[in-house]
């Protein structure tokens, strides 16, 4: 499976894969924290999950990887098997509910030390139900770690991915600069780093088209991350 690696031995840590060829890999995280499942609650905002994401990669048969938060997959069962069932997409883990395994991660509320490698594990169990393009690729929320997260994620198999071009996108009230942020950053091997997250991430779905426009205008084609970080 992309990202297994040997159960015991602390994983590694990869921001991009060889700087040759013309491959990007396009990745989606799917947060969800209670605060937000909260939300959805009370009515204080609609969505979480994306769909024009989803319909443009789709339309226009764009690979993307995914990172799913256990309860982003609890909370959105259809979109997480409509994901599934597209080849082009892989799936991948971004933890349970998206608690910091560090401190001072972004103000996130932090994961207890016992329980990161439960937390993991569960949230694999969670995405393995449905299928389609399953990995071992992990992703730390805010990309916060250190050597006793990793450890702690040692029982597990798994290759954690944090990314060389940081889209911006979180919170972000206008579409153009995460299009600079990220066409004036990528290179050939970049792990590019969005979310799927609507409520928190309103303008991606806006800078997207351009995105995709500049990567064909430098010739850079997007790919699964498994391919990006492993090509044949």
Request: aromatic share 8%.
């Amino acid at each position: 499976m992309p990202g297994a690696t040997r159960v015991g031995s602390r994983p590694p840590v990869v921001d991009h894969g060889p700087r040759v060829g013309n491959l990007v890999a396009l990745t989606f995280d799917a947060d969800m924290t209670d605060g937000m499942l909260g939300n959805l609650r009370a009515g204080r905002v609609t969505s979480y999950a994306n769909l024009r994401i989803l319909d443009l990669l789709e339309r226009e048969q764009v690979p993307a990887t995914f990172f799913l938060t256990g309860k982003w997959v609890e909370r959105y069962p259809d979109l997480t098997r409509r994901i599934a069932d597209n080849p082009r997409f892989e799936l991948a883990n971004h933890t349970y509910g998206h608690l910091a395994f560090t401190g001072d991660c972004y103000d996130l509320p932090r994961v207890p030390a016992k329980g990161m490698t439960d937390d993991v594990a569960k949230t694999f169990r969670v995405i393995e139900p449905y299928g389609g393009r399953q990995t071992r690729y992990f992703r730390f929320p805010g990309l916060c770690h250190n050597a006793a997260a990793l450890d702690a994620l040692a029982p597990l198999g798994l290759t954690v991915v944090d990314g060389d071009v940081v889209s911006g996108d979180p919170f972000a009230t206008a579409w153009k600069p995460l299009v600079r942020a990220v066409l004036d950053n990528v290179r050939p091997g970049s792990v590019v780093i969005m979310h799927v997250t609507e409520a928190n991430a309103a303008m991606t779905d806006e800078a997207l088209p351009h995105i995709l426009a500049g990567l064909r205008e430098r010739g850079l084609v997007p790919a699964p991350l498994s391919e990006v970080l492993t090509p044949a």
